[in-house]
């Protein structure tokens, strides 16, 4: 049990990297300092900074910088750690080592507590420390904390965002403008909201990290970034935007972690069965009326449906210094006012173990686009291949091109394998000459 320090005394803040989230945490410890004070019931020091290169010139005295984060971390005047360096190792080493020592850590990194909440955790339950990383999902929106206190005697059903800023400005771009994929991500990569390398983003990595920690948090049930289906949106078109457009929908990179029944053949939660958890990660329709449509640039938003809360919106920014910063520096006041009064932050939730549902026993609608020869029985021959699955079309919209004509259609919610397998068994008929687009609709109730 954490026992609460003497008024007065001052506790000792250790930040571990200085890019731009933690330059600017450094900069609201100096800035803001007695307004922290006095929020916190005792002031906050920082020790030092763990850096690459102690020499380049950062505006701090040489002797606040290091490169042996270890030593820092292990200083007996440092009392709170925050490490916003990334990547597994050594940010997993420290955090263990700062936590074992009974030292409160606050943490960014969603790539380690996407695999390894649990090891972190039980570090901290076990030495009387507090774990908080309210930054490691959309930068400033206070999504953690909601999942874990506010709507912990609630029930959550599903959790739906868009929760990568480089892919959401991409697709954002592509509608506003008409252009495709690979002007616009280099148009991102020259305005820097996407890297040299852009992979992480566009690929699912960074979403797939962040959807895991929500979902773990969501259903009281440890998930990792390996449970997630994941993927990317190279392969989206202007074309695949504009058909969009055209049935009242966009096209956003989503997050997508809800409940779901259990698998074909096995018992109903009702008849003592066990309902699954379903993450995935990929880009999909959503109408125009749904309140994710309007997230826009390199926004995030996060939707929750809840049980008797009924559905919540959280919105902002999802990146950048001064945002994440915003969600750090939060953190790290409510584990300095543990450690001046005593209290403890809520610890690890994974009570439920809920088994992780095969992607393909998910149900979902699509939204195919093909090319089909301008003859009689075309259009039949593709129904067929519904009809024989038992999948319900909700809609077929057709256009003439010369002798071709472009089918659009949209199913009702049906098993993700049998939804795959028509989209194979389509290119295989001769009346089809391509399918150009497969893309998920969500947001719907049917």
């Given at each position: 049990?954490a026992?609460?320090?003497?008024?007065?005394d001052?506790?000792?803040?250790?930040v571990?990297?200085?890019?731009?989230?933690?330059?600017?945490v450094?900069?609201?410890l100096?800035?803001?300092?007695e307004?922290?004070?006095?929020r916190?019931?005792?002031?906050?020091?920082?020790?030092?900074?763990?850096v690459?290169?102690?020499?380049r010139n950062?505006g701090?005295?040489?002797r606040?910088?290091?490169?042996?984060?270890?030593?820092l971390?292990a200083?007996s005047?440092?009392d709170l750690?925050?490490e916003?360096i990334?990547?597994i190792?050594?940010?997993?080493?420290?955090?263990r080592s700062?936590?074992?020592?009974?030292k409160?850590?606050v943490?960014?990194?969603?790539?380690?507590?996407?695999d390894y909440?649990?090891e972190?955790?039980?570090?901290a339950?076990?030495?009387?420390?507090d774990?908080?990383?309210e930054?490691?999902v959309?930068?400033?929106?206070?999504?953690?904390?909601?999942l874990?206190?506010?709507?912990?005697?609630?029930?959550?059903n599903r959790?739906?965002?868009?929760?990568n800023?480089t892919?959401?400005f991409i697709?954002?771009?592509?509608?506003?403008?008409?252009?495709?994929?690979?002007?616009?991500?280099?148009?991102a990569q020259?305005l820097?909201?996407?890297?040299?390398?852009?992979?992480?983003?566009?690929?699912?990595?960074?979403?797939?990290?962040?959807?895991?920690?929500?979902?773990?948090?969501?259903?009281?049930?440890r998930v990792?970034?390996?449970?997630?289906?994941r993927?990317?949106?190279?392969?989206i078109?202007?074309?695949?935007l504009r058909t969009a457009?055209?049935?009242g929908?966009?096209?956003k990179?989503?997050?997508?972690?809800?409940?779901?029944?259990?698998?074909?053949?096995?018992p109903?939660?009702?008849?003592?069965?066990?309902?699954r958890?379903?993450v995935?990660?990929?880009?999909?329709l959503?109408?125009?009326?749904?309140?994710?449509a309007?997230?826009?640039?390199a926004?995030?938003?996060?939707v929750?449906?809840?049980?008797?809360?009924?559905?919540?919106?959280f919105?902002?920014?999802?990146?950048g210094?001064?945002?994440?910063?915003?969600a750090?520096?939060?953190?790290?006041?409510?584990?300095?006012r543990n450690?001046?009064f005593?209290?403890?932050a809520?610890g690890?939730s994974?009570?439920?173990?809920l088994?992780i549902?095969?992607?393909d026993?998910?149900?979902?609608?699509?939204?195919?686009t093909?090319?089909v020869t301008?003859?009689a029985?075309?259009l039949?021959?593709?129904?067929?291949e519904?009809?024989?699955?038992?999948?319900s079309?909700?809609?077929?919209?057709?256009?003439?091109?010369?002798?071709?004509?472009?089918?659009?259609?949209v199913?009702?919610?049906?098993r993700?394998?049998?939804?795959?397998e028509?989209?194979?068994?389509?290119c295989?008929l001769d009346?089809?000459?391509?399918?150009?687009?497969?893309?998920?609709?969500e947001?719907?109730?049917?």
């Amino acid at each position: 049990m954490a026992v609460a320090r003497k008024r007065g005394d001052a506790l000792g803040v250790a930040v571990l990297g200085m890019g731009n989230v933690g330059a600017e945490v450094v900069r609201t410890l100096h800035e803001h300092a007695e307004e922290l004070n006095r929020r916190i019931g005792m002031a906050l020091e920082l020790r030092g900074v763990a850096v690459r290169d102690p020499h380049r010139n950062r505006g701090l005295p040489e002797r606040l910088l290091t490169t042996d984060a270890e030593a820092l971390v292990a200083r007996s005047d440092v009392d709170l750690v925050v490490e916003v360096i990334g990547g597994i190792d050594p940010a997993r080493r420290l955090i263990r080592s700062a936590l074992e020592a009974g030292k409160s850590v606050v943490t960014a990194n969603k790539a380690l507590l996407a695999d390894y909440t649990g090891e972190l955790a039980a570090a901290a339950e076990n030495h009387g420390a507090d774990l908080y990383f309210e930054a490691a999902v959309a930068g400033a929106i206070p999504i953690v904390r909601p999942l874990i206190q506010s709507l912990s005697g609630d029930r959550v059903n599903r959790v739906v965002g868009i929760v990568n800023g480089t892919t959401n400005f991409i697709l954002s771009a592509m509608a506003d403008t008409g252009a495709g994929y690979a002007e616009m991500l280099a148009d991102a990569q020259r305005l820097g909201y996407a890297e040299a390398d852009p992979s992480a983003d566009v690929d699912g990595l960074d979403a797939a990290a962040k959807a895991a920690i929500l979902a773990s948090l969501a259903f009281h049930t440890r998930v990792t970034a390996g449970d997630v289906h994941r993927e990317g949106m190279s392969r989206i078109t202007a074309a695949d935007l504009r058909t969009a457009a055209e049935l009242g929908c966009t096209v956003k990179m989503l997050a997508v972690c809800e409940r779901v029944d259990a698998g074909p053949g096995e018992p109903t939660p009702e008849a003592g069965g066990k309902e699954r958890v379903a993450v995935r990660v990929h880009p999909a329709l959503i109408p125009r009326a749904h309140p994710l449509a309007g997230v826009d640039a390199a926004f995030n938003a996060v939707v929750v449906e809840a049980e008797n809360a009924g559905r919540l919106m959280f919105y902002g920014q999802g990146a950048g210094g001064a945002p994440t910063a915003s969600a750090v520096m939060g953190d790290l006041v409510m584990a300095a006012r543990n450690k001046v009064f005593g209290g403890r932050a809520p610890g690890e939730s994974s009570y439920a173990e809920l088994p992780i549902a095969p992607f393909d026993d998910v149900l979902t609608r699509h939204h195919l686009t093909l090319n089909v020869t301008d003859r009689a029985g075309a259009l039949a021959a593709v129904a067929s291949e519904f009809a024989r699955r038992g999948v319900s079309i909700a809609t077929v919209r057709q256009r003439l091109t010369g002798t071709l004509a472009q089918l659009t259609v949209v199913t009702h919610r049906a098993r993700e394998s049998v939804l795959a397998e028509i989209a194979a068994a389509l290119c295989e008929l001769d009346s089809v000459t391509s399918v150009t687009s497969v893309l998920r609709l969500e947001g719907t109730e049917e």
